[in-house]
């Protein structure tokens, strides 16, 4: 499975930015995805994620109430709403997803900067 992530840029904050993340391959065997940011000299962590039919999703505290993940399965396409964009929110942001048989592939991220 390859996924490319798209959509980063540079925003003022307060300001909106929405990412995708485009899955090829064996997509049927996608299960949860997610996506991650690192900002840098920062570890890697979760923004949020969501179950494969969509029904479930959890967000980290950080972006709860500004940013919605969605997923198109027909498209094979992850979303990320990102709404009120703070300087902070500032890093790289990756995609990835866990296969059914428990592999995890992940793309090659997409730069979010956001100026004060």
């Known amino acids: 499975v390859q996924l490319v992530e798209s959509g980063g840029g540079l925003v003022q904050a307060g300001g909106s930015l929405r990412l995708s993340c485009a899955a090829f391959g064996s997509t049927f065997s996608i299960n949860a995805m997610g996506w991650y940011r690192q900002a840098p000299g920062k570890q890697r962590e979760l923004v949020a994620r969501?179950?494969?039919?969509?029904?479930?999703?959890n967000y980290a505290d950080s972006v709860k109430g500004r940013f919605t993940i969605s997923r198109d399965n027909a498209k094979n396409t992850m979303y990320l709403q990102m709404n009120s964009l703070k300087p902070e929110d500032t890093a790289v942001y990756y995609c990835n997803a866990l296969m059914f048989e428990g592999i995890i592939y992940w793309g090659r991220g997409t730069q979010v900067t956001v100026s004060s």
């Open positions: 969501i179950t494969r039919g969509g029904g479930s999703t």
